[in-house]
Structures are given as C-alpha cells and as structure tokens.
C-alpha cells in the first residue's frame, strides 16, 4: 500500500497563487507516475498534471503556463505550483501514484478555493 498525504489547499483570490505538496510512504518501491487530479463540484474528476519518475510531464492545457509540477525522488514527494489563479480552478485537488504494477493510489484530497 501507498499512502499519500496532501498540504497547502486554501483560499486565495483570483490572480494569486498557491503550492499544493503530496508526500508518499508506506510500500514506495518503483512508483513511477504522479501526479495532480481535481474535482469541481457536480464535475467529473480531471487531470490537471503528472510527472513520471524520469521527469517527463503531461499538463493539462486548461492550467499550461500557469501551473508547474515538480518531483522529489529522493524524498518521495510531488508538488504543484498554481499561479494566476482563476475561480474556475476552485476544486479538490487529489494527489495520485501509480507503481510499476500500474495500481492507482489516491490522497484524501485537498480543497483549492480561489475567489473572484
């Protein structure tokens, strides 16, 4: 098992930014993707940005040239910088991994509110 444990949701005002950060333990041999979801309210869950172990990113054109992922091999952590913040980025926002085995792993996730 993977555990994933997400920080730094909150409230911020449109055209601000925010960091969110996910730390893994537990069973964390050969992860290899990471990466960002979100889910609005009445939405289907999206990708917003993944990384695979060897840095190679897939970011979702809805937030390119706004946010920027970023990964910690050594210590096993995956980080989202958001800026220019819109209302339409309010969500929860999950981490998720994916080993070598392809099983899918979820944190509890963690509430991005950005007001108008």
């Known amino acids: 098992q993977v555990q994933l444990v997400e920080s730094g949701g909150g409230l911020v005002q449109a055209g601000g930014s925010l960091r969110l950060s996910c730390a893994a333990s537990g069973n964390i041999f050969r992860i290899n993707v990471m990466g960002w979801y979100r889910q609005a309210p009445g939405k289907q869950r999206e990708l917003v940005a993944t990384?695979?172990?060897?840095?190679?990113?897939n970011i979702a054109d809805s937030v390119k040239g706004r946010f920027t992922i970023s990964r910690d091999n050594a210590k096993n952590t995956v980080s989202l910088q958001m800026n220019s913040l819109k209302p339409e980025d309010t969500a929860v926002y999950y981490c998720?991994?994916?080993?070598?085995?392809?099983?899918?792993?979820w944190g509890q996730g963690t509430q991005v509110t950005v007001s108008s």
């Open positions: 990384i695979t172990s060897s840095g190679n990113t």
């Open positions: 998720n991994a994916i080993n070598w085995k392809l099983s899918a792993y």
